[in-house]
């Protein structure tokens, strides 16, 4: 996973059953799921730049733009404890905060693995092994099982 550049973002999910998607699912729920990544990039990228405030407010006498960067930093944190509750209640995982990378766990002839969606693409696009780097994406046409799908 990417790691989360803000230092105060320290999110503690109990554990629950790992949820199993098929590439169809996974698909499906796009449409949501496309709304929350959304809002996680956002929320992600103004907790980066507060925390640049708040950095360059310490060098200067402005203690009250520092106060009011603290609190609008804390808000967008709690915004998104609330998004990545909703992803893990969806069942997916966040890998990479700043582009919206998530994962669902899944399983392909017979062996557990990641399917991969990033903000932007049309659909699932990606899949890797759990035990790989998930950065060692693969196409999912190489999918194991999946059948060639036709070229147009």
Known sequence: MKRCELDILDVTIP???MRSFTL???NRSLVLLRRVVEDVVDAYQR????????????????YGQ????????TETVEELQGYLWELDEMGVE???WQAGRVEFPARAAGRHIRLSWQLG???VLYWHEIDSDCEELRHIDTLPGRRPQPVN
Request: hydrophobic share 35%.
């Open 66 to 73: 520092r106060r009011q960067a603290d609190t609008r930093l």
């Open 94 to 96: 966040l890998r990479d």
């Open 121 to 123: 693409d049309p659909e």
């Open 24 to 26: 169809a699912q996974a």
């Open 47 to 62: 907790a980066v730049e507060l925390q640049q405030v708040i950095e360059c407010a310490r060098l200067g006498p402005d």
């Open 15 to 17: 554990g629950r059953p």
